[in-house]
């Protein structure tokens, strides 16, 4: 019985709903992946196994290399001639695109694992469309807006906050690339935003959060999570509507469980109807490579 929950609890991203995008083999510290036409090797230290292909078929499939060149920086080691930036496509029950980029920071402007959390609130959002004409959804820690284009691809009125001006501009570039418009753009620290909504009154139909472990504000506000979810939650909880209503929180932080999680909604929402596990993908050879844990609840009935 305890398997049988534990199996129903994980999510895996479904290929048909992402297909320009594969884990194609992942071990000893790293990944291999498509990203359209692009193939990447990235560091990944929660890949600790032995990969299934031989280092010299990662070479030969390899267009790009990510070099590490401090903790939290490196850079890009071209192994075949191919353009800084390029678009992708995502088609799932909602459509729409993205500008990717090697970044100096070994992310290229996506985390395809949360393609079954934006299947979950395009879901939701037409759900909530039952009801209201354009449900409102609040975007914490957004960086390039997967989440957002998702929301408001299925009908919702999207606010949009993160800490960092130039990532917003990059989701500003991808929704116009997605054919969407009229997404509220803003550049503030999260828990800052979320206090004055809360002094102001105002409620959201849905919140997503995908807090990292370290990060700070525009005006040098300091985030640790460990020391700051459980007052965002508690900000939170104030913000959603207590009726019709969807939430998930996301944690991408080595030793950050799902338990953690599923312990702090259980307490702010006593919410006892949740989904909670590890969202991971899988590779061609079918290793799971883990890429954070979840926790997410929604009150609208199917």
């Not at 290399?65 to 490196?74: E, R, V």
């Not at 919140?207 to 472990?213: G, Q, V």
């Not at 490579?289 to 979840?294: K, M």
Request: one cysteine or more.
């Amino acid at each position: 019985m305890a398997k049988d929950l534990l199996n129903k609890s994980l999510l895996t991203l479904a290929p048909s709903h992402f297909k320009e995008y594969s884990l194609i083999d992942s071990g000893n510290g790293s990944k291999l992946e498509r990203f359209g036409k692009i193939v990447t090797i990235r560091p990944e230290p929660q890949a600790v196994w032995a990969p299934s292909l031989p280092v010299e078929e990662w070479q030969n499939r390899a267009d790009v290399q990510f070099i590490p060149t401090s903790s939290n920086s490196g850079k890009w080691k071209k192994i075949k001639p191919v353009d800084d930036k390029w678009t992708i496509s995502y088609s799932g029950s909602v459509s729409f695109r993205f500008i990717l980029s090697l970044t100096g920071f070994k992310h290229v402007g996506i985390f395809p694992e949360q393609a079954v959390n934006w299947e979950y609130i395009a879901s939701n959002i037409k759900k909530l469309r039952q009801k209201f004409k354009e449900p409102d959804f609040l975007n914490l820690f957004a960086y390039t807006g997967g989440a957002s284009l998702a929301a408001r691809a299925a009908g919702a009125k999207v606010t949009h906050v993160d800490s960092i001006k130039q990532v917003i501009t990059w989701a500003n570039e991808n929704m116009r690339l997605s054919g969407l418009s009229d997404i509220r753009w803003v550049v503030e620290d999260a828990l800052k935003f979320v206090r004055r909504e809360a002094r102001r009154g105002n409620k959201y139909h849905g919140i997503i959060l995908d807090p990292p472990a370290y990060g700070h504000g525009p005006e040098g506000e300091k985030w640790k999570l460990e020391e700051k979810i459980l007052e965002m939650m508690n900000t939170v909880q104030q913000i959603l509507h207590e009726g019709n209503c969807f939430l998930i929180l996301n944690a991408y932080s080595l030793g950050f469980s799902a338990l953690i999680l599923e312990n702090l909604i259980d307490e702010k929402f006593r919410k006892k109807n949740f989904e909670s596990g590890e969202l991971y993908v899988m590779d061609e050879f079918g290793k799971k490579l883990p890429l954070g844990a979840f926790v997410r609840f929604s009150n609208l009935s199917s």
